[in-house]
């Protein structure tokens, strides 16, 4: 009887495992990189999102408060623009204490080449320490090439307070967004990292810039007493006092 139950449970250990195993990602590559600068491809986010559930997460920094980017398989289902090339680059950036970037290079991680039409990403990112919120968020280009053929090309980064864009015309570089605050105090967001290029413009570089600020502190003291727990606790106090009283007496 008990080899027979125990038959049965390493049946369905082997089964929970199978099914383990069936659900795993396979070759899922970690991001790479230094600490407070993480890397990541394209590739990696296929390798890791194989089914339903699955989530590529990328963390930069050691101290409480570092911060992660996640991807899930939704968010790789709404990619554009760029999914072709696998070779697409992302560095997620802690640039310093309140401060993180992710950077995309929407052609290739080593040597970008010219980007014509939109494009677009999901993500979300997460604090680690409670005690922060996450404050502010905008987006720009850096290292675009000047447009010789005129046009204009925008990059755009859409958080839970509305969408902010910067346009760039002719030959302008490096034009910011203007940043929008984060609705409400979070330590988890959802985004969508968009970008419209036209020929001529060779986009070397789009960031999404977010910023940080101390959560709102709770509060040690104690609140007051409900009226009936209070009216209880001071009836029981006045009839303690008057059996000392006595006892005294």
Known sequence: MLKKAFSRLSLATLAIAAIAGFYSPANAAACTGTANNKMFTYQDLLAAIVNPGDTYNCKAGTDPASATISFTQANLQAFSGFTGNPETGFNWIKT?????????????????????????????????????KWDAYNTDFQGTSVNPSGGTRTTSLQGNNGTTTATYTNSQNNVAATQLNFSGVNTTVALTSSWVAFPGNQVFQKSDQFTLSNAPATSGVPGPLPIVGGGIAFAYSRRLRSRISKSVG
């Open 96 to 132: 310093n204490a309140n401060l993180y970037t992710l950077q995309l290079l929407p052609d290739s991680a080593s040597s970008p080449v010219q980007q014509s039409g939109p494009g677009s990403v999901q993500y979300s990112i997460t604090l680690t320490d409670v005690t922060k």
